[in-house]
């Protein structure tokens, strides 16, 4: 392969490639709040902090669409920012937690259109006023604002192509041998 066709591929790699440390503690706390989002519902009752039906481990169509699910989405969120070094897998990992933190927070209120007026979610299980904020917090509108704001984090630091970035993968390219009396083909297996 000539020198003019490495270069030509050159900038496609450094706008590609992305220090897998980068998106380290934002993957790492949307994982966690992933986690809480799916467990809390089923054993924050155990604890007095829950959401109706108040039963520990007690599934609801309500807690599959409003929990349970965009924990999922937000754990895989995270560890796509985590674990990837491929700036288009970790965009699309800080969008997915992105919005899932964003129905954590209004899904609730949209669940009322389909399903008869009444939030699918139930309703804070606390009578005190404090403790019901608490839960409203914690469960839905909190969780998900925090959630957007750690995946919106994560996905400023790897929308934007550094010069550290392209210095390292430039650094990377020089370390690979390559034969300058290399046929047309040959060393594509050293390029990314």
Do not use: C
Not at 107 to 121: D, E, I, K, Q, Y
Not at 148 to 159: D, E, I, M, P, T
């Amino acid at each position: 392969m000539t020198t003019a066709a490495h270069s030509a591929r050159r900038p496609v790699y450094s706008r590609v490639h992305v220090d897998r440390s980068r998106g380290a503690i934002s993957g790492v706390l949307l994982v966690l709040l992933g986690i809480w989002g799916g467990l809390i519902p089923f054993i924050g009752p155990i604890f007095g902090y829950a959401y109706t039906p108040d039963r520990a481990w007690q599934f609801t169509m309500g807690r599959l669409w409003l929990e349970i699910l965009p924990a999922i989405a937000t754990v895989l969120g995270g560890l796509m920012l985590l674990a990837s070094a491929d700036r288009r897998v970790t965009i699309f990992g800080g969008w997915l937690a992105a919005v899932a933190g964003a129905w954590f927070a209004v899904g609730p209120t949209l669940s009322r259109l389909f399903n008869g007026g009444v939030a699918a979610a139930g309703s804070p299980a606390s009578a005190a006023p404090t403790q019901a904020a608490l839960e409203e917090i914690g469960f839905f509108i909190g969780l998900g604002v925090v959630i957007v704001f750690l995946a919106a984090l994560g996905l400023g630091r790897h929308s934007v192509v550094s010069v550290k970035d392209v210095e390292q993968a430039e650094m990377g390219r020089r370390r690979r041998v390559v034969d300058p009396d290399d046929v047309e083909g040959e060393d594509d297996d050293l390029l990314p």
